[in-house]
């Protein structure tokens, strides 16, 4: 089990997680609305480029080398992840009950940021930028993976079609009833008929397990942004277009 933190910056605060010690990080909360990316690089570190994307539900990772105009701050490219590929690079992605997620590379240093809805864990989008960073001569055995917060299965409810979407990611070829009864599994029954309801983040650490990621690899937080108010926006909730921001700086490792 690792451990979650409160910091606070000026008051405001924002979570840490123990498994990204090295990489200076955060899961900043509503409160810090409505800074940049921009502007919470200098929270975590002010010498650090920031970037970020244009999140648009599906599985596109980039890095800063194929953005076509990495320092334009209004006109971003489509995507839903980015992975550094140097130190004092920080990528960010924004959520509002989607899953953010930050990867470190204990080896390289270097960082991904990942925006993961049920779309974009449909398409696999993590498994997709850790095999970006493994293009870049990571191992998984070096990898951390932590899930941010984000809406908890306990109160996602969604379609049957949709359970059944995601579901196939980590059971292919099964069914609802056969997915609903996997060990632990991340889709539960309601009692709605033709619902269903969906622990996304469950699914992602399943997807990084099947690919040989050990569960020691893998924190998820225990905040859902649906039922913390205080804290977290959630579009499920309120059906504003709200977002908080996730984000984590590379670093250069002493070995």
């Not at 994307?53 to 599906?58: A, C, D, K, N, W």
């Not at 953005?67 to 990528?91: M, Y």
């Not at 240093?109 to 990942?114: E, L, Q, W, Y």
């Not at 949709?162 to 609903?180: K, Y």
Request: aromatic fraction near 8%; hydrophobic fraction near 40%.
């Amino acid at each position: 089990m690792h451990d979650w933190h409160w910091q606070t910056w000026n008051n405001l605060p924002y979570l840490t997680c123990s498994l990204l010690e090295p990489w200076q990080h955060g899961f900043f909360t509503q409160q810090f609305s409505p800074r940049s990316p921009f502007e919470l690089t200098e929270v975590l570190n002010s010498n650090a480029e920031a970037y970020r994307v244009h999140q648009v539900h599906g599985n596109l990772v980039l890095s800063p080398s194929e953005l076509k105009h990495p320092h334009d701050r209004e006109n971003f490219p489509q995507a839903d992840g980015l992975i550094t590929e140097r130190s004092q690079q920080a990528v960010w992605a924004c959520s509002a009950d989607c899953t953010p997620a930050l990867i470190g590379d204990a080896k390289t240093g270097n960082a991904a940021a990942v925006h993961a809805g049920w779309r974009g864990t449909a398409q696999k989008i993590v498994p997709v930028a850790i095999a970006k960073l493994q293009s870049q001569g990571s191992q998984l055995e070096d990898l951390r993976i932590a899930l941010g917060p984000a809406i908890s299965g306990e109160v996602y409810q969604v379609s049957h079609q949709v359970a059944l979407e995601v579901g196939a990611t980590i059971g292919p070829n099964a069914d609802l009833e056969e997915l609903i009864s996997l060990p632990n599994s991340p889709i539960l029954e309601d009692s709605t008929a033709g619902r269903a309801r969906l622990d996304v983040r469950r699914v992602i650490a399943i997807q990084l397990e099947q690919l040989g990621i050990a569960s020691e690899q893998i924190a998820i937080a225990p905040h859902c942004t649906y039922q913390d108010p205080t804290n977290f926006f959630s579009y499920r909730r309120a059906k504003l277009k709200k977002v908080q921001w996730s984000g984590i700086v590379s670093c250069a490792l002493t070995l």
